[in-house]
């Protein structure tokens, strides 16, 4: 286990098996549409790769790039559009397929973006929910795990970059970023 992590939350095979169940119940409930799954960079590229193949219908995959912790591990509470979804997602099933809900800022900013651009419907797909740290009103329709109030890395999940290569998610010490 890398020095900096704490404790271990979820293995590999913990993660493995919410893809399988995640990407069940994504297949029933669009059975015959043709969604556009929309992965949120960076975080999500690990989670995204593992839930699409899980996913036994036609689907399109995009990407939308959003940030807004800038190095930090609080959020900085305004968000950069980093990259703009290139597929026309109007009229469209989209599913936005995110590493983690913490204040529920980042969320509530792209579902204003998808109203924006007219979508048929939209969804949210996350790894992990932080419910205790949520600013603002947000909910994902399909969730792999809770996690408590601290801060996480792996599996795609970064401080300043570094730790998304983990293939499990665990708590950083916090003394990595009081440091
Ligand atoms: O609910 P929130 O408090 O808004 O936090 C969730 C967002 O924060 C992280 O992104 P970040 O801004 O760190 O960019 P990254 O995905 O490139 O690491 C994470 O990937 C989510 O998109
Ligand atoms: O706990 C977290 N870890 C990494 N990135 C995050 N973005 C929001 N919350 C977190």
Redesign the pocket.
């Known amino acids: 286990m890398n020095n900096d992590i704490e404790r271990v939350l979820f293995s590999q095979e913990d993660i493995q098996e919410a893809c399988r169940r995640l990407g069940a119940q994504i297949s029933r409930d669009y059975e015959g549409k043709k969604p556009v799954v929309v992965g949120?960079?960076?975080?999500?590229i690990l989670f995204m790769v593992d839930l699409i193949k899980e996913m036994d219908i036609m689907t399109e995959v995009d990407f939308l790039?959003?940030?807004?912790?800038?190095g930090g591990v609080a959020?900085t509470g305004s968000i950069t559009l980093n990259r703009e979804i290139e597929t026309d997602i109007s009229g469209r099933h989209v599913i936005i397929v995110?590493?983690?809900?913490?204040?529920?800022?980042?969320?509530q900013y792209m579902l204003n973006y998808l109203n924006a651009h007219h979508v048929a419907s939209a969804k949210v797909c996350t790894l992990l929910d932080k419910p205790e740290?949520r600013k603002v009103t947000?909910k994902a329709d399909y969730v792999g795990f809770n996690v408590p109030n601290e801060f996480v890395v792996g599996y795609g999940?970064?401080y300043q970059e570094f730790y998304r290569n983990l293939p499990y998610v665990g708590v950083l010490k916090p003394d990595v970023y009081s440091e």
């Open positions: 949120v960079l960076k975080g999500a790039d959003v940030s807004s912790y800038h959020s995110e590493d983690i809900i913490d204040t529920g800022l980042t969320l740290g947000a999940l970064d």
